[in-house]
């Protein structure tokens, strides 16, 4: 069952909340119809809407059978945090447990594999219930040789100024406005969110590092296949202290004909290494166009078409003086896609396609 | 025992010759005193020196057992190639379980650990023999978060035009003419030949991506200890399209004070792919000198101090004639640090890790 068939109660204890539960709260905003549940402790009682400022009446429960029953009843669990320190809680084993015994699927997207777990990795066999690990890479992933220059679609990259400032929902919401004018567009998911959203693709990050470009590579022969257009999920950022190789891998692996540079105005630091000293400045966004194109020229050249903006926690005013000046001082059209009119983005990937052929 | 004290017997059966067998040669040209003979069984009879045109008169063999027993006989097995198709072929197989039938550990380096071979590994542990699968990341490796921009030894991380051009025999030649001047040096080895040399170190390409500058930073701490000066070995290219994310990652990683940029004059093309058509033209030295510059200074600013050029393929003429062209284009010091005197970068080093005080 694809995990659009799929209806999720959401384990996030402990860490339900606006910053800290990112892909709960993704997931909460892509596909609210598919939530029966939240299940936090802490938060139980409340509502989503209550505790994020959006994604409804979807109740936050303490316990899981009660998560299960609400709503159509659930029939998938999804990890929606990572458990602190990375190892398992045994509360949250025992959630896993009884939900393998009723026969619930397991979707998540933690670094260490629910499936790898002696005992519940036993039990869902017992069951023939799926455990999915999301970010357990494909076997036999290539080094990249080129050959995603070589599709016939426009392949276009996410890239950013940090990690978590909206380069997935820029190119989902590019995606949705695309379709909508008749191109045939696909949305390649790299990291376990889009994962979770689309059912495929590949979580970069997660991949032996040799492997970064060639797992990019394949997912843009496969996203090419009868599309027309490439929306290439973005990771970190090649400013980004920890992720940068990532993000170059991704570069150089998916050869994008045109990149989206994504960026939050209100952020001024690279937000992982704000909390102890702030360590690295974002860069002025004329300075990133100019970094990724110089980064992209030897191995396949190409251009920043256009910019992004995460304006959430901005007024309206400000977020539309933010869009004029990431235009006037890029040169490029700008929007923030989610809040305002995609047309100025969606044109430009047009014109990129057109450029084309 | 560290791999300093063992005496190896290396496997490099079907591809021990001067180009395919890169491992296999690196250890060879490293530590000839501690190779008691390769075994190949194509060109078994032959000598080390007569097929590599250096390595004097370790012998080729076609047999283990009498592989073994040459000169004060092995103490370890050393992979020193990767076998066709990453899987292990049935004779290595029975080479692996005779030495550890013998006692001898075996060292490998290949991406499939050997370790975790059903057979062989359960045969190491009842022997008691270890396995040392030098590419297997260490467990709980952390994002980065800066920590190797505050040891007090200057960090020199060498960089490069493709993979394969020197960047490791570079450091190691400037680490020994370092210390002959007095200077406590250490050389980080990142990949598994520069493990089986040191017997230390992280092989940052078989690390998950997300932790390749976690794992550069361990590392420059680890090598900072009692020494000055840390001379980190490199890894690919920035313009490599399979490895670059490697290479970013290991940049922004190790915060190095200053970059040895490497190249080897004959080439024009990055290799792996030159044998289909060539794809990536390498840049000129001034535009790479640039290119890593740029690439470092968001995160932490640092300068390309010197070039090391790889001319074993050109005549002397030829090979002074490209240092001076690389002086001129760069402004900087360059030699042949093997051919030539490593004294104009070790000078430059030098002086860098003067103006650090």
Same mark, same amino acid.
């Given at each position: 069952?694809?995990?659009?068939?799929?209806?999720?109660?959401?384990?996030?204890?402990?860490?339900?909340?606006?910053?800290?539960?990112?892909?709960?709260?993704?997931?909460?905003?892509?596909?609210?119809?598919?939530?029966?549940?939240?299940?936090?402790?802490?938060?139980?009682?409340?509502?989503?809407?209550?505790?994020?400022?959006?994604g409804?009446a979807?109740?936050?429960?303490?316990?899981?059978?009660?998560?299960?029953?609400?709503?159509?009843?659930?029939?998938?669990?999804?990890?929606?945090i990572?458990?602190?320190?990375?190892?398992?809680?045994?509360?949250?084993?025992?959630w896993?447990?009884?939900?393998?015994?009723?026969?619930?699927?397991?979707?998540?997207?933690?670094?260490?594999?629910?499936?790898?777990?002696?005992?519940?990795?036993?039990?869902?066999?017992?069951?023939?219930?799926?455990?999915?690990?999301?970010?357990?890479?494909?076997?036999?992933?290539?080094?990249?040789?080129?050959?995603?220059?070589?599709?016939?679609?426009?392949?276009?990259?996410?890239?950013?100024?940090?990690?978590?400032v909206?380069?997935?929902?820029?190119?989902?919401?590019?995606?949705?406005?695309?379709?909508?004018?008749?191109?045939?567009?696909?949305?390649?998911?790299?990291?376990?969110?889009?994962?979770?959203?689309?059912?495929?693709?590949?979580?970069?990050?997660a991949?032996?590092?040799?492997?970064?470009?060639?797992?990019?590579?394949?997912?843009v022969?496969?996203?090419?296949?009868?599309?027309?257009?490439?929306?290439?999920?973005?990771?970190?950022?090649?400013?980004?202290?920890?992720?940068?190789?990532?993000t170059?891998?991704?570069?150089?692996?998916?050869?994008?004909?045109?990149?989206?540079?994504?960026?939050?105005?209100?952020?001024?630091?690279?937000?992982?290494?704000?909390?102890?000293?702030?360590?690295?400045?974002?860069?002025?966004? &004329?300075? =990133? /166009?100019?970094?990724? *194109?110089? +980064? %992209? @020229?030897?191995? #396949?050249?190409?251009?920043?078409?256009?910019?992004?903006?995460?304006?959430?926690?901005?007024?309206?005013?400000?977020?539309?003086?933010?869009?004029?000046?990431?235009?006037?001082?890029?040169?490029?059209?700008?929007?923030?896609?989610v809040?305002?009119?995609? &047309?100025? =983005? /969606?044109?430009?990937? *047009?014109? +990129? %396609? @057109?450029?084309? #052929?």
């Amino acid at each position: 069952m694809p995990p659009s068939a799929h209806r999720f109660l959401i384990l996030a204890d402990g860490q339900f909340d606006p910053l800290t539960s990112k892909t709960a709260n993704s997931c909460i905003r892509y596909f609210p119809e598919r939530i029966v549940a939240v299940l936090d402790r802490r938060q139980a009682g409340r509502s989503v809407q209550q505790v994020l400022g959006y994604g409804g009446a979807i109740p936050v429960v303490a316990d899981l059978v009660d998560g299960i029953g609400r709503g159509a009843g659930a029939t998938a669990v999804l990890i929606g945090i990572a458990p602190a320190g990375g190892r398992l809680p045994d509360e949250w084993r025992g959630w896993l447990r009884e939900a393998l015994t009723r026969g619930l699927e397991i979707w998540s997207g933690l670094h260490t594999f629910i499936g790898d777990d002696p005992e519940l990795g036993a039990l869902a066999r017992e069951r023939g219930v799926r455990i999915h690990d999301v970010r357990r890479p494909p076997a036999d992933l290539p080094v990249a040789d080129g050959r995603a220059a070589e599709v016939d679609a426009l392949v276009v990259l996410a890239v950013g100024s940090d990690c978590n400032v909206g380069k997935m929902t820029a190119q989902l919401q590019l995606r949705d406005a695309l379709v909508r004018r008749g191109h045939r567009t696909s949305f390649v998911a790299t990291g376990q969110t889009g994962i979770f959203i689309e059912g495929w693709g590949i979580a970069v990050d997660a991949v032996v590092a040799d492997f970064i470009a060639g797992a990019a590579e394949q997912l843009v022969i496969q996203g090419a296949r009868e599309h027309d257009i490439v929306l290439v999920e973005g990771q970190g950022s090649l400013v980004h202290p920890g992720y940068s190789g990532v993000t170059l891998g991704l570069l150089h692996g998916s050869c994008p004909d045109a990149m989206i540079l994504c960026h939050q105005p209100s952020r001024e630091w690279i937000g992982d290494y704000h909390g102890r000293s702030p360590w690295v400045r974002i860069p002025p966004l &004329a300075a =990133l /166009v100019d970094l990724h *194109e110089r +980064a %992209a @020229a030897p191995v #396949r050249p190409s251009r920043v078409v256009g910019v992004c903006l995460n304006t959430f926690d901005l007024s309206e005013q400000a977020a539309r003086e933010a869009v004029a000046r990431a235009e006037d001082e890029t040169g490029l059209p700008a929007t923030d896609p989610v809040r305002f009119d995609p &047309a100025p =983005l /969606v044109t430009a990937i *047009e014109d +990129a %396609a @057109a450029a084309l #052929r």
